[in-house]
């Protein structure tokens, strides 16, 4: 007698609406694949776990390891810090498995480390009060020297109070974040903020106007940029870069600047609440817009990790480009840069969900591994798990995606990961839309000012790589939502991710 189950599953393939294969499974236990007809002519859409498989670490019993930054270390292994205050160590992370026996403590007892950093043997951790630095001195495992590296800005109990830090850079120096006191105010020195830390240690302000970062790393020029969260003055999450001197955009900390004007210069004036980036950005000549807009619910909720592809392929066809983490969503998106007439921006695109708990820290590994690291107390997430950590790999095989969205004169121009059809040079195939966020001091906003530009044209190159798109309609300051549904690859496959969002900060002209 078959189970009801296996009568749906038949059912459903004799009215012709089932899926490309049903696993059939009997009372005695026994399974098979009951195929339609119609599914035998069609291909398999692959998945993001063909190309980008995950493997889930299996955490020590009784620890609760809330992983937001990483290090790997000269021998080989991953240090990994916890929002807890502790620090592990992962013996060969890039084993196929990686089981709890071989995470082992190196420290505890530090005030939410969420960053890590190696220099000349010592590893460093930035705390809310300090940037510490440790190392094990006694060969036992374990730290034993622990020195403030550096400090220079306050703390006053708010559980609002991160800071994230970066790698250190060529030149022996590193930059952190400050988050806000609260979403609003800036109740100690420097809250909302991000400092640069010399090669000495000597703290020194670097930008004002950050609301709550949540990751922060280099591209591949070592420009740094780090992830903001939507809230007040911030209508969704955005990357921006952090440039000696400017204002990223909220005013709540810009009470600080007395202490340093001799870095910083003159403070910029106060934004008018309910504008739009490109009007006060012509007011302003300290602010900077951000280079990417994460559109709200689309691109996630809370983007966090921010670490760059320097692998030379090792990571597949995305070479250079930046990965972006997102808590709510435990997700990670994919980001392509450009600089027009001296300011970033770009696209942003969907790459891997299916991360166990709410993803924070994110590292790239020479061998091409991306460890992920995750939490979900405080703020829900997607994954499930309460703390998680991870590895993504490279499979070998090149998925077919948009590789790079690049702004022309009166239009973008797409580069592939693999050659298109002639379904790239019907301008059907694609669908494109603007919008924008208010620039407010109430919390995030609702997509505003939208639009509806025209393509007038698809151009395919004649390899099949590129193809070269005419909009009549683009719009300063706004995300251009691009989907490309319609297009196919040589085997008649469509894209993995068939959707793109650029925002534009400055148009491509004949002078830049």
Known sequence: MKSFSSFLAISLVMFGTAPLAWSVQDNEGKSSIVESKQSQSEQVKPSESDYY??????????????????????????????????????ADPLAKEVKASQFSVFARGLHEPLSLALKDGWLYAVQRPEVTRMRDEDGDGQADVFETYADGWGISGDYHEYAFGSKFDKDGEMAITLCLTGSYTSDVAFRGWAMKITKDGETIPMCSGVRSPAGIGANAEGVLFYTDNQGPWNGTCGLKVLQQGKFLGH??????????????????????????????????????????????????????????????GKFGPFEDQLFVADQSDSTVMRVFLEKVDGVYQGACFPFRKGFSSGNVGLEMTPTGAMFVGGTNRGWGSVGPRPCAIERMDWSGKVPFEIKEMRLNPDGFELTFTEPVSESASDVGSYQISTYTYEYREEYGSPEVDATEPIITKAVRSDDGMRVTLAVDGLQLGHVHELKAAGIRNQEELPLLHDEAYYTINRFVTPEN
């Open 251 to 312: 005013p709540g900390g810009l009470k600080w600047y007395p202490l340093a004007k001799d870095v910083m210069g003159e403070q910029p004036i106060s934004p008018m609440t309910g504008s739009r980036m490109p009007i006060e950005e012509g007011k302003i000549k300290q602010l900077i817009p951000p280079a990417i807009l994460f559109p709200y619910g689309k691109m996630g909720k809370s983007a966090s990790g921010v670490a760059c592809d320097t692998t030379g």
């Open 53 to 90: 498989p995950i493997t889930a670490f299996e955490l020590p019993p009784n620890e609760k390891i809330e992983a937001c930054g990483f290090q790997l270390m000269d021998d080989g292994k991953m240090a990994v810090c916890s929002r807890r205050g502790d620090i592990f160590v992962i």
